[in-house]
Nanobody, 115 residues
Framework: QVQVVESGGGLVQAGGSLRLSCAAS????????MAWYRQAPGKQRELVAG???????NYADSVKGRFTMSRDNAKNTVYLQMNSLKPEDTAVYYC?????????WGQGIQVTVSS
């Protein structure tokens, strides 16, 4: 079984910070592409950040300069450091990995930024 589990979400005031973690386990190829997506109520799911096995990252324009994605390949874990949070960052954040030609999703974790 493949498991993708997010943690670290919660409620934070505007301007604050949170760090999300995503741990993958099971029968997966460890050198994989992983990404964070988010979905706000009534909106389509969007890509926030992605990272290759070689730690090359890409970010949505809306989070550039504020969010940083990193990974620990030995632990099959990725992180999303979110700084200078804004109310518009409020959403359910999902972790996704691509391994052996298949995509796997976490259950999602709520991030709420109050004004």
């Amino acid at each position: 079984q493949v498991q993708v589990v997010e943690s670290g979400g919660g409620l934070v005031q505007a301007g604050g910070s949170l760090r999300l973690s995503c741990a993958a386990s099971g029968r997966i190829f460890s050198l994989n592409y992983m990404a964070w997506y988010r979905q706000a109520p009534g909106k389509q799911r969007e890509l926030v950040a992605g990272i290759t096995s070689g730690s090359i990252t890409n970010y949505a324009d809306s989070v550039k300069g504020r969010f940083t994605m990193s990974r620990d390949n030995a632990k099959n874990t990725v992180y999303l450091q979110m700084n200078s949070l804004k109310p518009e960052d409020t959403a359910v954040y999902y972790c996704n990995l691509v391994s052996l030609g298949r995509g796997y999703w976490g259950q999602g974790i709520q991030v709420t930024v109050s004004s």
